[in-house]
């Protein structure tokens, strides 16, 4: 086990840094970044320029300051940001949050409602329920965000002015501002986990045990809940791996879309603004959330099914 | 719907299956139709069609062209086909060839004509481009970018599954482990940072972004034909071969990799939608194929700031992604279902 977990951790920390490098590397691929800090138009000196340079460490190969970033990176110290000149970190620290209550909301209803039904349409199989939860799961995996975002803009917020069109409000129970983004980031886990569950659970039906269980005379609740469902759930907990690549990818659509303050949002005006300081930041504590969440995850479904190898 | 597959069929089942076609022949029209869409992928397959034929026949298929603007018509509403008599609609001299008389007859032709039925049947954008056009227009787009993208993920994918699977120990275990850490990138933002440093100084726009999606297109392979081939591996007949003295690439080519085959097949086929999904948001972020090519989703983002007034601009392009995609996926798991149940946890 202890094995195990220091794989994990090693693992983790590689994909940090493969993933900081690449786009260190690739911001710096194409043009000099140093007149993104002074255009020579604005009268910069050659000397300054040579001074600004060295400053920035721009004289220095990639690798070298790639390794300045990160060492400095570790004593909390990420650089300042082109646009602003403001701390990386504070800014980047100031829109954590609001991501994480998104992506929070959003991942608690897709499994509050996904995984019932696919207990439902797995239970229930050929029913009309069973037809209905697929045929929604195929409508969420297929939708895309950006596209579902704006619809429900244009239902529920232009059209019948239930909810406002984006931005965040106060405090963390402001369900109004908080719905339609949680249900547009929703829409793809749901139908992830609807679909998993459902899989696994006829799988466990179909099992041998349930069959001895049901022979032996218990009840049908018992069967289900008891000895079927604990048993499908693993899935489904294994796959949120797979699903939090959903959030992540969506909370940069949906935020973007909604205005949400969040890191995802930030993202693009930082792509736009080519301020790779803030960039690399941003993807610095999007890798550590996804690849910290990826570890937990893991280490839950080795501790859940004991079959799992811990080499 | 997805089909369930008896794997082996019993007596009992097929003629329970027998019954069950002669029964058929009883039932109502309604009910033998629910049976068949049922059975095989019949809408899925249509739309399929639709799509292939708009992407391949595009300059036949759509009605007016995808880029031309037309300042007069922004955001016009759709018209949905009806004839729109108060708007008379005036050619431009300069899109005929006025020094030949087929080209000056064409012309007149085309000024005794109304307003065309053809014209913004699905509205105008905000520069007053057919918005129907450019959903046909985008399907080409959409369909040539996957097609790229997907074969060299299938090829790329296939091959490091194969080596991973057959030569097993070191050679798997780096392989995967660069899979796992692949998965665990922030694609998106790569995919942002990498757009922006290419798309913006113009060049081969296309290949940066099929390039972007191959990117994301090969993990599900080598997973999954790793899975296969260690399979596939321990079976007598490779052993024998082994014996005979046939070489590792010989092994590879001849007898284990046609075994992978269907699994191939299927995750590319549960894989297209994705991609397509991938392409529309990239190119929703402004990271696809840059003006004036109108991909969908850089027409849905196109309508954003007007989904007040012109709905239509939005709504219809990723509409288009929507369908398409559902019908690629119900098309791939009703395949998966037939070739190979197995892999009913691809999900």
Do not use: C
């Amino acid at each position: 086990m202890r094995r195990f977990i220091l794989r994990r951790f090693v693992f983790a920390l590689f994909s940090i840094v493969l993933a900081t490098l690449a786009v260190f590397f690739i911001s710096r691929a194409a043009g000099d970044p140093l007149l993104l800090y002074a255009n020579s138009g604005y009268g910069l000196s050659a000397e300054g320029e040579a001074a600004l340079r060295k400053r920035l460490l721009l004289d220095q190969p990639v690798v070298v300051q790639y390794s300045v970033w990160l060492g400095r990176t570790l004593t909390g110290d990420m650089g300042e940001t082109i646009l602003d000149r403001k701390p990386v970190s504070r800014v980047v620290t100031q829109r954590l949050p609001s991501t994480i209550h998104l992506g929070a909301a959003a991942f608690i209803l897709s499994f509050v409602v996904g995984i019932p039904l696919g207990v439902l349409s797995a239970v229930r199989r050929g029913s009309i329920f069973d037809y209905i939860g697929r045929f929604f799961a195929l409508l969420g995996q297929a939708v895309p965000q950006f596209w579902l975002g704006l619809v429900l803009i244009l239902l529920f917020a232009v059209q019948w002015k239930i909810f406002p069109a984006g931005l965040k409000g106060d405090g963390f129970w402001d369900i109004k501002h908080l719905i339609l983004p949680t249900v547009t980031l929703a829409s793809g886990g749901f139908a992830f986990y609807m679909r998993i569950t459902r899989t696994a659970m006829l799988q466990v039906l179909d099992s041998e045990y349930v069959r001895l269980a049901r022979a032996k005379g218990v009840s049908n609740s018992m069967v289900i809940w008891k000895h079927a469902f604990k048993n499908a759930l693993i899935q489904p907990l294994t796959g949120m791996t797979l699903a939090l690549t959903f959030f992540l990818t969506g909370s940069v659509l949906v935020e973007n879309i909604f205005a949400w303050p969040g890191m995802g949002n930030m993202a693009i005006t930082a792509v736009n603004n080519n301020d790779f300081p803030l960039l690399q930041g941003i993807v610095f504590f999007f890798t550590i959330l996804f690849v910290s969440m990826t570890s937990v995850t893991d280490l839950l479904y080795a501790y859940i099914d004991p079959r799992i190898r811990y080499d | 719907m997805t089909q369930q597959v008896e794997t082996q069929e019993t007596a009992d089942q097929v003629s329970g299956r027998d019954a069950e076609v002669r029964q058929l022949v009883k039932r109502s029209v309604g009910s033998q139709a629910w049976y068949l869409v049922r059975r095989w992928p019949l809408i899925p397959l249509f739309i399929m069609t639709i799509l292939l034929i708009a992407g391949i026949f595009s300059p036949l298929v759509a009605p007016s062209d995808p880029i031309k603007q037309s300042l007069a018509f922004r955001n016009f509403e759709p018209t949905w086909g009806r004839a729109m008599p108060e708007y008379n609609f005036t050619p431009d001299p300069a899109d005929y060839d006025l020094e030949t008389t087929s080209g000056v007859s064409a012309y007149n032709r085309a000024k005794n004509k109304t307003f065309p039925r053809s014209k913004y049947i699905l509205g105008a954008d905000n520069l007053g481009r057919d918005v129907l056009s450019r959903v046909v227009w985008g399907a080409r787009i959409s369909l040539k970018v996957t097609a790229y993208a997907l074969t060299s993920g299938v090829i790329i994918g296939s091959l490091l599954g194969l080596v991973a699977g057959y030569f097993g120990g070191w050679t798997d275990e780096i392989l995967m482990r660069l899979v796992d850490v692949w998965l665990a990138l922030p694609f998106i933002l790569i995919a942002l940072v990498i757009a922006q440093q290419f798309l913006t100084q113009g060049g081969a726009a296309e290949g940066v972004v099929v390039f972007l999606i191959a990117l994301v297109a090969w993990t599900p392979f080598v997973r999954q034909v790793r899975a296969d081939v260690l399979t596939i591996r321990g079976m007598d007949y490779v052993m024998a071969a082994r014996v005979a003295g046939a070489s590792n690439v010989r092994l590879i080519i001849r007898h284990v990799l046609p075994g992978t085959f269907s699994t191939i097949l299927v995750v590319a086929s549960l894989r297209v939608g994705q991609l397509i999904l991938t392409e529309s948001t990239l190119s929703f972020l402004g990271a696809g194929i840059p003006d004036p090519v109108p991909a969908w989703g850089k027409s849905v983002s196109d309508g954003r700031q007007f989904i007040e007034e012109a709905w239509w601009i939005s709504f219809f392009p990723g509409f288009a992604i929507f369908l398409v995609v559902m019908a690629l996926n119900f098309f791939g798991d009703w395949l998966r279902d037939r070739l190979d149940p197995r892999l009913r946890q691809l999900d």
